[in-house]
């Protein structure tokens, strides 16, 4: 989410000033001089964040009973933080951790305003709809403007597939996560978020569950937490490294997003509602150095708490990949946490949480197997760090580095050129007639030449997270190339690998590309209406859940919506975080569950033809016959239809 | 009646604060604190798009530029 320009972030509505709270007179709640038209005797005594930092004062007049327990509420207190870092911390140190939690874990928590009325300070800030108070808050513009690298992006699929509550039944997070939840006090020293009363779960909703038609319930309800069966793969950090900058001002640094899904023993069946065995693990970037910046050896008992804590994912699905057959988990030793999964400093802190062999469920003897034809997947359209590694510099293996310019020049694989596909020219720029489509071939053959590029080279590009390189994979077969290949995992899994990376430019000097158009893989929004409806044809909208819904539009878009009858299936869905593929047995199981199958024809939409082209090329991988796509996208067909 | 009794309720402590010999005086305040927000200063600049863009060009992000990675 994009900051607020600085006058947008202060600038009132008018349908404030008719609302209960405009009614109020401003310095009742923000102090500051009303007289003064000058801004700085304006604002001497001014209160940006008054239900911050005198929650009784700003709110309590009329809302007592909820600002009773709703300033010692996790959001309003983060009081589990201090309980955390006090279990790991050296006693004589704490002065200096305690520095380090307000300067930086501190700065997340949020109160009153930042739910209701603006978005929160760690968001950078701003009125939402001009300052008119919001009972229920707002799920883009405030709840995931905080928990949005995890919750938002799992629950809305920038990550994944998205939530079924999102999609299905467009729940939004106060449904699940309401004012009884959100305004509860959290009590003193309380050891973790689960053990709070009124958390959320499930089985509020879902209750009775092992009593019901599905056998799996019955058999696992008990043993293994919902999220085991009904998550799909989330993001685990590591190395949050904090400090000042020269300015000053606190930041964080978190080093590294791996995308997976790991079981892992229960280590806290205390909490409420937590008898089970098994749960799923997230990573946390927690690491003995982690407040250097503050002093040296302050956590002298690190090991105290588990790195690998319980998750509560936001990105449930009646059907995963982990549970689509017994034996995808049972007996399936990589989806549980092993100790070696775990870095040399945090083997003492998750010695409860890593499941033994002994503790790995045996394999189901019994078992109906899936049957997935992998037997079409254009394998060649894919290649390995390895396999790179040992090919680079022979035959006519050319690698092209898709980031831009200023990650190029950091350190890219030996050999490859740079070409940027956002800034090339392949596309028409936002402001033109038709935004954001491709140009004509000769165009894109010239730029291509140019790069030195030729249509019969095994062209293999990269970036680092997927969706340019493979944008740019998708020209390329377009316009003719008739060997290109993604590097799965991008510039992270060559690292991963051990393989390390120049700074030495290159280039091929220019080439004819001489490439033979392929306009069967594109279509435009008049062909695209004549498809719709067809029994055999499937569109497929890439783009996050929040589009669909209609509650963001790209600010190109003349309107927030979705083509009719088009069914959304995220990119996240299949690329995940750092450009890494699923396997294409997982990822043909999981388009089948929703109708999406090779014989089909597929047209593939998204907002600029960008996400679309990524998912193109990814279906064409798993060995769909007829897939095309739909370059206009919903920019210009919200402009005409 | 909302308005009435938001303006109520901080009527009230200031009563108590100031005594119920002026008590008089500050429901007179309370009341007229009904327009106020439409008439303030702070209003007039509040609402005015130009002007904040004037007065905020200035401004930047508090955020580090060396912060990294998601929150």
Redesign the interface.
């Given at each position: 989410m994009a900051?607020l320009e600085?006058?947008a972030k202060?600038?009132?509505s008018?349908d404030f000033?008719s609302t209960?709270h405009?009614?109020?007179?401003?310095?009742?709640c923000?102090g500051?001089?009303?007289?003064?038209?000058d801004?700085a005797t304006?604002h001497a005594g001014f209160d940006p964040a008054p239900s911050i930092n005198n929650p009784r004062k700003a709110c309590g007049?009329?809302h007592a009973e909820i600002v009773a327990t709703a300033k010692d509420s996790l959001h309003g207190s983060l009081s589990t933080f201090p309980r955390v870092l006090a279990n790991r911390a050296s006693k004589d140190r704490w002065g200096q951790v305690e520095e380090a939690r307000a300067n930086h874990c501190a700065a997340?928590h949020t109160s009153c305003g930042g739910c209701h009325v603006s978005r929160p300070r760690?968001a950078?800030k701003g009125f939402i709809q001009g300052h008119v108070f919001q009972k229920r808050s707002d799920p883009i513009n405030q709840c995931t403007a905080?928990h949005?690298?995890?919750v938002g992006s799992e629950f809305y699929g920038e990550r994944g597939q998205g939530d079924v509550h999102a999609a299905k039944v467009t729940m939004d997070c106060v449904a699940c996560h309401p004012a009884k939840e959100m305004h509860a006090a959290a009590p003193r020293d309380l050891p973790g978020r689960y053990r709070l009363d009124e958390l959320a779960r499930c089985t509020d909703c879902h209750k009775d569950l092992q009593y019901g038609s599905v056998r799996d319930h019955a058999i696992h309800i008990g043993k293994v937490q919902c999220q085991v069966c009904h998550s799909q793969t989330y993001?685990n950090?590591y190395g949050?490294h904090v400090?000042?900058?020269a300015?000053g001002?606190?930041?964080?640094?978190?080093?590294r997003?791996v995308e997976a899904l790991k079981i892992g023993l229960n280590h806290d069946a205390k909490s409420p509602g937590a008898g089970y065995r098994y749960m799923l693990v997230r990573h946390v970037p927690s690491y003995p150095e982690m407040f250097d910046f503050y002093g040296k050896d302050l956590f002298t008992s690190f090991g105290a708490v588990p790195t690998w804590k319980r998750a509560s994912p936001h990105n449930i699905q009646r059907r995963t990949w982990q549970a689509a057959t017994c034996n995808n988990c049972h007996g399936n030793r990589a989806l549980f946490l092993a100790s070696a999964d775990l870095l040399d400093f945090e083997k003492q802190a998750n010695r409860n949480v890593v499941v033994p062999d002994g503790k790995v469920p045996k394999p189901v003897k019994k078992t109906q197997a899936l049957s997935i034809d992998t037997s079409r997947v254009r394998t060649g359209m894919v290649v390995d760090a390895r396999w790179l590694h040992e090919n680079l510099g022979k035959g006519n293996v050319v690698v092209v580095d898709a980031r831009d310019r200023a990650a190029y020049d950091k350190g890219h694989i030996d050999g490859a050129i740079s070409l940027d596909p956002l800034t090339s020219g392949f596309r028409t720029g936002g402001d033109a007639e038709r935004p954001f489509v491709l140009v004509d071939h000769a165009e894109v053959a010239g730029i291509l030449g140019r790069a030195g590029l030729a249509a019969d080279d095994h062209i293999v590009v990269y970036d680092r997270s997927g969706l340019t390189a493979i944008a740019l994979l998708a020209v390329l077969e377009w316009a003719g190339g008739t060997h290109v290949s993604y590097l799965d995992g991008g510039i992270e899994g060559w690292h991963e690998a051990g393989f390390h990376a120049s700074t030495v430019p290159s280039s091929r000097g220019t080439r004819a590309f001489k490439g033979t158009v392929q306009p069967r893989f594109v279509v435009d929004s008049g062909t695209l209406a004549t498809l719709l409806g067809k029994p055999n044809v499937v569109v497929i909208d890439a783009r996050a859940i929040h589009r669909i819904l209609g509650e963001t539009r790209h600010v190109k878009a003349s309107r927030a919506g979705a083509i009719p009858g088009s069914i959304n299936l995220p990119l996240g869905a299949l690329l995940m975080d750092n450009g890494a593929l699923k396997s294409p047995a997982e990822l043909l199981w999981m388009l089948r569950t929703r109708g999406i199958t090779p014989d089909r024809t597929v047209v593939t939409t998204c907002d600029t033809g960008l996400a679309a082209a990524d998912a193109f090329f990814l279906l064409r991988y798993l060995g769909f016959q007829d897939v095309r796509v739909h370059d206009e996208a919903w920019v210009n067909w919200s402009k005409t239809r | 009646m909302?308005?009435v009794?938001?303006?109520m309720?901080?009527t009230l402590?200031a009563i108590a604060a100031i005594g119920t010999a002026l008590s008089g005086l500050v429901v007179a305040c309370a009341a007229s604190?009904?327009?106020?927000?439409?008439t303030?200063?702070?209003?007039?600049?509040?609402?005015d798009?130009a002007m904040?863009?004037k007065?905020?060009?200035g401004?930047t992000?508090?955020?580090?530029?060396?912060?990294?990675?998601?929150?």
């Open positions: 900051p600085p006058q202060v600038l009132l008018r000033l209960t405009g009614a109020l007179a401003c310095e009742s923000h500051g001089n009303p007289a003064s038209l801004k304006a007049d009329c997340c760690f950078q905080c949005g690298s995890r993001v950090c949050c400090g000042k900058d300015e001002t606190a930041f964080f640094q978190n080093r997003e | 909302d308005i009794r938001i303006q309720a901080r402590r604190a009904a327009t106020a927000a439409e303030s200063g702070c209003v007039t600049c509040h609402l798009e904040l863009v007065n905020l060009s401004a992000a508090k955020k580090s530029a060396m912060q990294s990675g998601a929150g």
